[in-house]
Every structure is written in structure tokens, then in C-alpha cells.
């Protein structure tokens, strides 16, 4: 199969490799890109834990602090393993989505232990902070990242798409999903989009991405990789 990879390039290229192990080509597009803020404020006084819903955050929090000795609470699989590269030894893993992570720090943490250190970029999906307000918990946030939307295609992109070369595209994220949307709305990228498979990585990108008009939309089983690579297999 022949597919379009949208993540991050920190992320592409160890994905790119995981599919070509697979048997599937595939052609990246960095739909965003992570700008790590070496100058926001990071107050680690008096956290019991910190919580990171990608990896993109783990990096960030590796390039503006040495502590390794906090536990941590990771959104899924592939978050948790970037914790434990820069050093982390205690490390839970939600193996889902926010709702996964609200249910894991629960079962693990008591509010009364103290508060919690959400690392994140400057856009953050649901409420998490709130929802564990209503357990009793303090959830801070530290901005250390920013992702960047990407202005355009790439021409390299434009033409895979227009000249039919493509079998789907890969989604990670609602945003995006939604930047994905944004960028093929000319009407030969929405043609070309048309024929495609869209494989999303939860129902919250399918939505974010259902305007693009899609041939197909087929989402993983659980929100992360392992899955998604499983759906594709599946094809």
C-alpha cells in the first residue's frame, strides 16, 4: 500500500520505517511542526507526577529539565517509550486516550499526594485539567511546545496526490486533521482526496477530517499505533 505519513517529522521517520517493515511506501508530510518554547516557565516545586499526552511534550520537557526521578503518566504506548529514552524509571502508561489517562492517574494517584504537572503544547484536545478538577485532583500545565500548522503542501505531496499514486493518508490528530482538510480544499486536491482511504487514528480525527471527502474512512481500534498499523494491514 502506498500512503501519505502526516506526522511530525520526529515522529515520521521511525514510522516510515515501521511500514516499510510491513511491506507499505510511504511519502511524508509533516503537517506540523513542533516548535519546542526553551523560554516558557517550568515550576517543578512541589509536583507528585507529571503527565505528558504526546511525545512531542516528553521532548520538550527533555531539552528544559534533568529531573528524571518523577512519576509519570503517559497517554499511550508510544509516549510512555519516549519517557523512558530520556531516563524516566516510574512510568504508567494509559495505553488510550484522555479518557484512558483520566482513569489510570485515578486508579495510581490520590489528589491528596499533590498536585499534577500536565506538560503540553500550546493547543491542548478536551478538558483533562477539569476533569480531574472533579476528582478532587490539581492538574498545572506547562506550555513548552507549540505546533506550527504547515501554509501548504509540499509540491512533492501535490503531485503524489494529484497523479493518483497514493492508496490513503494517515491521521494522528484532530488538528491535524483538521489542517489536512484546510490545505486539499482546492478542487483537484479534493478530487484526488476522493479516492482515497483515510486512516484515522480515533473517531474524534475521522470527524476532524470528514470534509475532505474521502473514498473510504476507517478508523484503528484503540487510539495508537500498534493499531492503526494493524487496521492498515488489514487493507
Known sequence: MRLLVTRPLDDAQALAERLAARGHASTGEPLLT?????????????????????????????????RRDLPVFAVGAATAAAAREIGFANVASAEGDVD?????????????????????????????????????YTLRRA??????PAPRLSAAAQAALEGGTLDGVLLFSPRSAAVFVE???????????????????????????????????????RPDEPALLDLIDAE
Open 34 to 66: 513542533i516548535a519546542p518554547d526553551l523560554r516558557a516557565p517550568l515550576d517543578l516545586s512541589g509536583i507528585h507526577a507529571l503527565v505528558f499526552t504526546s511525545a512531542n511534550g516528553v521532548r520538550a520537557f527533555a531539552l528544559r529539565s534533568p
Open 100 to 136: 484512558a489517562l483520566e482513569e489510570t492517574i485515578a486508579a495510581r494517584v490520590s489528589p491528596a499526594e499533590g498536585p499534577l504537572l500536565h506538560v503540553a503544547g500550546a493547543v491542548v484536545a478536551g478538558d483533562l485539567a477539569g476533569r480531574l478538577a472533579a476528582r478532587g
Open 143 to 148: 506550555t513548552l511546545y507549540a505546533a506550527e
Open 183 to 221: 490545505l486539499t480544499a482546492a478542487p483537484a486536491l479534493r478530487a484526488a482526496v476522493g479516492r482515497l482511504t483515510l486512516f484515522a487514528l480515533s473517531p474524534a480525527v475521522a470527524q476532524a477530517a470528514a470534509a475532505a471527502g474521502w473514498r473510504r474512512v476507517v478508523v484503528a481500534a
